[in-house]
């Protein structure tokens, strides 16, 4: 009777001593998350390092964080453990380190450059990419030697950005305007210049820093085109990881060591060219 008649006199004060408890509850149980994430995070490293499976189920169990940063990648199952039969690569994105071990063997080190974290945004809002190396599991799905670089539409727009220019889209079958009197147009796998008396003229194929110009705009080739394939951007070999992620090679030496790629991880190229050599498709990669 008690209570029910404290509900009864205490109307609004009543409901608002259970809603600020309610309230405690859930901000408590969201700083305990933050928390068990935090610690989880701190010893991966340790982890990968000292290839301890244990700790890892130790950490895990402790804190409670079922999808630790070694596991947003691929689903958690199994086969995201470390192997103890196969070699396999670590990439720290914070030390821009690599090692290829097998059990507790370091086969092959070096520095590398991973993703800045900068964020580019297409003109209007209309689009939106963040330049970070994923963290998790992954696997070498394929090998390839003189790779060409198929730049992203993000690509075009940081040029022009750093130009001062707009951008426009050449379509197959479209026509745009050229500044010296031309229409640029696609035949083929070629973007070509077409004047009035006749002439086609091939664009040469894609130069990173040289995109095609016209109307104060830089100008996206088509998928398929040879202005749409960079080749050297990604030095002399690519191990890909699924989703436009690979490790490879690079025509900037100097960024190895800093935080400048756009999501890949970068190695020297006689570096890449060696991991290359000891590495085989199905080798997983924890990134961390």
């Known amino acids: 009777m008690g209570l029910r008649n404290f509900f009864r006199t205490g109307g609004m004060l009543a409901w608002g001593l259970i809603g600020a408890v309610l309230l405690l509850m859930l901000a408590s149980t969201a700083l305990f998350a933050r928390t068990a994430l935090v610690r989880h995070e701190r010893d991966v490293s340790r982890m990968v390092f000292n290839d301890n499976v ?50 507790d063997s370091v086969l092959f080190t070096t520095q590398v450059a991973t993703g800045s974290g900068k964020v580019l945004e297409g003109a209007g809002g209309d689009a939106r990419w963040k330049f970070e190396t994923p963290r998790g599991r992954l696997v070498i799905e394929s090998k390839e030697e003189d790779p060409s670089w198929i730049p992203p539409d993000w690509h075009f727009v940081e040029m022009a950005r750093k130009r ?13 305007p050229g500044s010296d009197g031309s229409v640029i147009a696609v035949e083929g796998a070629d973007m070509v210049r077409k004047y009035k008396d006749g002439r086609v003229v091939p664009i040469e194929p894609g130069v990173e820093g040289r995109e095609v ?3 104060g705009n830089i100008v996206i080739p088509p998928y ?23 490790l490879h090679g690079t025509d900037q030496p100097e960024s190895i060591g800093h935080s400048v790629s756009h999501g890949c991880v970068r190695l020297r190229n006689e570096d890449i060219e060696t991991l290359y050599q000891m590495v085989s498709v199905g080798t997983p990669v924890f990134i961390y």
């Open 224 to 246: 398929g085109t040879n202005q749409r394939k960079y080749r050297g951007v990604l030095g002399t070999h690519r191990l890909n990881m699924g989703d436009g992620y690979a």
């Open 164 to 176: 001062g220019l707009g951008i426009v889209r050449l379509n197959r079958g479209q026509a745009i």
């Open 213 to 215: 110009v016209a109307g």
């Open 54 to 103: 244990q700790l890892l189920d130790d950490v895990r169990k402790s804190t409670g964080a079922l999808d630790d940063s070694l596991a947003q990648v691929t689903t958690p199952s199994e086969s995201d453990a470390i192997p103890t039969n196969r070699p396999y690569i670590v990439v720290s994105i914070e030390d821009h380190r690599l090692w290829y071990k097998q059990g």
